[in-house]
C-alpha cells in the first residue's frame, strides 16, 4: 500500500510539472512575434514554384495579413493556418499582385466558417475596391447567405477603411503603424510597422529607397523589405518571350515587375544606394 502510495504521488509529481510547463510554453508563445512569408514573387505574373505577395504577423491572438497576393489563402492551409481565421489584413497598394486574392480571402473562409466581418486597411480607394467586390459577387452571396446554405449574414460583412500615415491599428497589445514610401507614381503607397510585447517587424511595401522607411524601422527587429531588377538591366534587352538564363521567367515578364523599380540608375549605383539605406 505504501509502494502504491508513493508512485501515485510521483506520477502526480509529474502531471504537476508537466502542466506547469505546459502553461510556461503557451505563455513564451504568446509573448512572441512570428513572421511568415506566405508568398514573396511580385509583379503580375504566375509561377507554380512561388505564392504572390503576402506576409502574416502573429502576434498573442492576432493574425495579421498583408498584402494578399495570388494563391495566399492555399500557402495557409499548406501551413496548417485556417483562413477564416484571417480576418485582418492591411494593404501596401492597390496593385493587383498584391490584392488578387482578397475575393478568395473574402469568399472561401465564410464558407468555412467564418462569423466576423473581414476587415480590410489600405490606401484611398480600398472602401471603394471592397464595395465593388461586394457587388460583384452578390448573386452568390445572396443564395449562399439567404437561400441555400444559409452562411453567417455576420461572416459576409466588410469594414474597410482608407488610411493615412501613422497608427492604424492598437488592440491586443499589438500596434500597426502606416507609413508613406516612394512607389514612383504609386500613390499613396504604404509600408507598415507591427510591435508588440518590446518586438517589431517591417514590411516595405514596393518603395525605391525611402528616408520614411528608414524612419520607421529606426529599433526594429526584422525588415522585410521587397527588391526588383532596374529596367535597364542589360539582361533584360532582347526578344520578350526569351526566357531569362536560370530563370523560369521569361524577359517580359521580368520587364513588368522591373516597373515597379522607377529608378534610371545602373545596377551598381542602385546597389550602392540600397546598401547605404540598410545600414543607416
Given amino acids: 500500500m505504501k509502494r502504491t502510495s508513493i508512485l ?6 509529474i502531471g504537476l510539472r508537466a502542466n ?31 505564392l504572390g505577395i503576402g506576409t502574416l ?27 477564416a481565421d484571417v480576418t485582418k489584413v492591411f494593404v501596401t497598394h492597390l496593385h493587383s499582385d498584391h490584392v488578387v486574392s482578397l475575393p478568395e480571402l473574402y469568399l472561401f473562409p465564410w464558407a468555412q466558417g467564418r462569423s466576423v466581418p473581414l476587415q480590410v486597411w489600405g490606401p484611398e480607394g480600398t472602401r471603394a475596391m471592397m464595395r465593388h467586390l461586394q457587388e460583384a459577387f452578390e448573386f452568390d452571396i445572396h443564395i449562399r447567405r439567404d437561400v441555400d446554405e ?19 491599428y492598437d488592440a491586443n497589445g499589438v500596434k500597426v503603424t502606416a507609413f508613406y514610401v516612394d ?15 518590446g518586438h517589431s517587424v517591417v514590411m516595405s511595401g ?23 531588377r532596374p529596367k535597364d538591366d542589360p539582361a533584360l534587352i532582347g ?21 515597379h523599380c522607377r529608378s534610371r540608375t545602373r545596377v551598381p549605383e542602385s546597389e550602392t544606394k540600397a546598401r547605404t539605406v540598410l545600414t543607416r
Fill in 183 to 197: 512607389h514612383g507614381p504609386v500613390k499613396p503607397a504604404f509600408g507598415y510597422r507591427v510591435d508588440y510585447q
Fill in 8 to 13: 501515485f504521488g510521483f506520477l502526480f509529481l
Fill in 20 to 50: 506547469a510547463h505546459s502553461q510556461e510554453a503557451a505563455a513564451s508563445s504568446e509573448s512572441k512575434l512570428k513572421v511568415i512569408l506566405l508568398g514573396t514573387a511580385g509583379g503580375p505574373t504566375a509561377n507554380a514554384q512561388r
Fill in 150 to 168: 444559409k452562411f453567417s449574414s455576420e461572416g459576409i460583412k466588410v469594414i474597410a477603411t482608407d488610411i493615412h500615415q501613422g497608427v492604424v
Fill in 239 to 259: 526578344p520578350p518571350d526569351e526566357l531569362l538564363p536560370g530563370s523560369r521567367q521569361t524577359r517580359g515578364q521580368a520587364k513588368i515587375i522591373a516597373d
Fill in 57 to 83: 504577423v502573429l502576434a498573442g491572438t492576432e493574425k495579421l495579413l498583408f498584402d494578399c497576393g495570388r494563391s495566399i489563402t492555399t500557402g495557409m492551409v499548406r501551413l496548417g493556418i485556417n483562413p
Fill in 206 to 228: 514596393d518603395t525605391k529607397p525611402s528616408d520614411n522607411l528608414v524612419k520607421y524601422s529606426q529599433g526594429i527587429d526584422v525588415l522585410i523589405h521587397e527588391v526588383a
